[in-house]
Nanobody
């Protein structure tokens, strides 16, 4: 059974940092792309970043480029999202997702989803 477990969310002041973790199990980690999505109240869920475990290629939404960094520890089957210079508009539930193909993550239709972790940025 595929499992994606997010952790690291919380409350932080604007300008602060958080690191989210996504621990994956139930599939061959090296064969998958892992990504982060977020959904703010009243808004649709949208892609934030993704990384291919095969070649470490990455993608970032324009709104987070230069502030967020995605990384993968294949030995721990874990993907991280380092979020710096956080803004109130980054407030959302952040979801980890996985798919064999990076393209599925980029178009928002991955096969597997985590339960989400809340990130709240106060002004």
């Amino acid at each position: 059974e595929v499992q994606l477990v997010e952790s690291g969310g919380g409350l932080v002041q604007a300008g602060g940092s958080l690191r989210l973790s996504c621990a994956a199990s139930g599939f061959t980690f090296d064969d998958y792309a892992i990504g982060w999505f977020r959904q703010a109240p009243g808004k649709e869920r949208g892609g934030v970043s993704c990384i291919s475990s095969r070649d470490d290629s990455t993608y970032y939404a324009d709104s987070v480029k230069g502030r967020f960094t995605i990384s993968s520890d294949n030995a721990k089957n874990t993907v991280y999202l380092q979020m710096n210079s956080l803004k109130p508009e980054d407030t959302a539930v952040y979801y980890c997702a996985a798919d064999r193909y990076s393209h599925s993550l980029r178009v928002g239709v991955p096969d597997h989803w985590g339960q989400g972790t809340q990130v709240t940025v106060s002004s």
